[in-house]
């Protein structure tokens, strides 16, 4: 059944035992029995041990309806229970418990998020038919903030741009991405956040797929694109390093669970014979 986003649970009964998203600033509260990660139910949980109508509903997984709530920070967590990081939750479970586990999280940053009205001061109240706030006062309304960003893999010949953030672990190198401006197209995204970072010229951009990112509201646009013109000048800045690679040659690189990796396989599996030889016996993946 995977996983069905809703913002009101149905009328009536029948679901099974609920599940429970319990979230901080990084982590989720998680179940590991007979060697899995599970989402925990309430059966799993004292859920006398925290106010329920602080939960939010955000749909049905597996048909169980599931609720997000902060994580009460006195909360006892004890085996078969655990908590993990938000981020090694994307490498634990199925795309359809990512999307929940996404969606919980967002939804939890935008509740504690718009509180009061940006415009006026005064409280909001959640209404019930649509995932909004509205302000008591002046009746501005707000939805659950969604960032674009777009995430770029550049190609010359055989080889691909990759570039290291001083916020990346020691090593790793990945694909260029940025977030979008007012005003700009995707495309014109691309060009400028290129032209900033490693001060090249690219065409040929095609879309290549998207991800969610709840760290803390993105949507990841990919795209792969071809170089143009220009020398590699990094902005000393955002970038630290940007160098070509071939598929033999690739640095360490990011996880398997993001679009940036997905981009950087898709260069591999589509290089030339020599370069997917190496990328096959694992040489070129570290
Ligand atoms: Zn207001």
């Known amino acids: 059944m995977g996983f069905i986003p809703e913002n009101k649970a149905p009328a009536g009964h029948g679901a099974k035992d609920a599940f429970y998203f319990l979230i901080n600033d990084r982590e989720i509260v998680v179940k590991r029995s007979r060697r899995k990660y599970w989402i925990p139910s ?43 990081s938000l981020r090694e939750a994307l490498t634990l479970f199925s795309s359809s418990e990512i999307h929940a586990i996404s969606l919980a999280k967002q939804i939890l940053t935008w509740d504690m998020n718009f509180r009061f009205c940006g415009r006026c001061g005064q409280p909001t109240v959640e209404l019930r038919d649509e995932r909004a ?51 700009e197209t995707l495309e014109e995204c691309i060009q400028r956040e290129v032209a900033e970072e490693v001060g090249i010229e690219v065409h040929n951009i095609r879309y290549f797929g998207s991800q969610n990112w709840p760290f803390p509201h993105s949507l990841m ?16 800045d955002e970038i630290v390093d940007a160098r070509w690679f071939t598929a033999a040659e690739l ?32 040489r070129a993946l570290r």
Do not use: W
């Not at 659950?144 to 010949?157: E, F, G, M, Y």
């Not at 646009?221 to 000393?236: K, M, V």
């Not at 690189?253 to 694992?282: K, M, Q, T, V």
């Open 42 to 84: 309430g059966a799993d949980l004292s859920i006398d041990d925290f106010d329920s109508k602080q939960a939010h509903f955000i749909g049905s997984l597996h048909e169980h309806f599931c609720y997000t709530l902060e994580l009460p920070e006195d909360l006892t967590i004890s085996d078969p229970l655990q908590t993990v």
């Open 133 to 183: 706030k509205v302000c008591t006062n002046c009746g501005l309304t707000n939805y659950p903030r969604l960032s674009p960003s777009i995430i770029v893999s550049i190609v010359k010949d055989e080889h691909i741009l990759l570039a290291r953030s001083d916020r990346f672990p020691e090593g790793m190198y990945s694909v260029l991405a940025g977030f979008v401006e007012p005003g």
């Open 221 to 236: 646009i990919g795209f792969t694109a071809d170089y143009l013109t220009g020398e590699i000048r990094i902005d000393n």
């Open 251 to 282: 640095p360490k690189l990011p996880g398997s669970y993001s679009i940036a990796r997905n981009l950087i396989d898709h260069f591999c599996s589509s290089s030339s014979s020599a370069n997917l030889a190496a990328f096959r016996e694992g």
